[in-house]
């Protein structure tokens, strides 16, 4: 599920990460206890306006600089065999797997 938030500090962009790693779906397979079983990719938006342009909103102000970056968490390649799933498990991991090639193409 994507969310879009404006955050202003360090410690709520840490807060954003945190809720989103809760809301990652994960369950146990036979090599991995949790196991991540999806996909997750966080991207942050950066805006800095220059100190002299404090009162000045983004929109007024002469100078902004902008950056983007993506992370990114894959959930993992699995091999069947090794990971002992079976029935919804099993085609998760399936469909994990088709993800993961199609990225790589």
Do not use: Y
């Amino acid at each position: 599920m994507a969310r879009k938030k404006t955050v202003r500090s360090p410690q709520e962009v840490m807060r954003c990460l945190e809720e989103g790693s809760h809301s990652r779906a994960t369950g146990s397979t036979k090599m991995n206890k949790e196991s991540s079983r999806s996909h997750a990719i966080f991207t942050l938006w950066l805006t800095q306006v220059p100190k002299d342009n404090d009162e000045k909103t983004e929109e007024e102000s002469d100078e902004v600089l902008a950056s983007k970056f993506h992370f990114v968490d894959l959930a993992g390649s699995e091999r069947i065999k090794k990971t002992g799933a079976e029935g919804h498990r099993r085609k998760e991991g399936i469909q994990i797997n088709k993800g993961l090639f199609a990225l790589s193409q």
